[in-house]
Nanobody
Framework: QVQLVESGGGLVQPGGSLRLSCAASGRIFSINAMAWYRQAPGKERELVAVITNGGIGNYADSVKDRFTISRDNAKNTVYLQMDSLKPEDTAVYYC???????????????WGKGTLVTVSS
């Protein structure tokens, strides 16, 4: 059974930093892109950042130059370093991975359960 488990959310003041982690576990043959999404109260889920298995990242305009996505392929883990946080970054952050389980014919999307980030003074 493949699982994605996020950690690192919490309460932070505006201008502060947080680092989110997401570890994929289970019988995994390969992982393609990994990503972070977020969903604020009353809003739709949106893509925050995505990283290829080669380490190339892309960002939403709203977080560019403030957030950094990275991954450790040996640990099947993706990170999101969030700096200069703003109240509008408050949301539940979800990890996403396009991965192929061992024994499967193809890859599909997997999601974590989310971790809450609150930016408030």
């Amino acid at each position: 059974q493949v699982q994605l488990v996020e950690s690192g959310g919490g309460l932070v003041q505006p201008g502060g930093s947080l680092r989110l982690s997401c570890a994929a576990s289970g019988r995994i043959f390969s992982i393609n892109a990994m990503a972070w999404y977020r969903q604020a109260p009353g809003k739709e889920r949106e893509l925050v950042a995505v990283i290829t298995n080669g380490g190339i990242g892309n960002y939403a305009d709203s977080v560019k130059d403030r957030f950094t996505i990275s991954r450790d392929n040996a640990k099947n883990t993706v990170y999101l370093q969030m700096d200069s946080l703003k109240p509008e970054d408050t949301a539940v952050y979800y990890c996403n991975a396009n991965l192929r389980p061992t024994g499967a014919y193809s890859a599909r999307e997997y999601w974590g359960k989310g971790t809450l980030v609150t930016v408030s003074s």
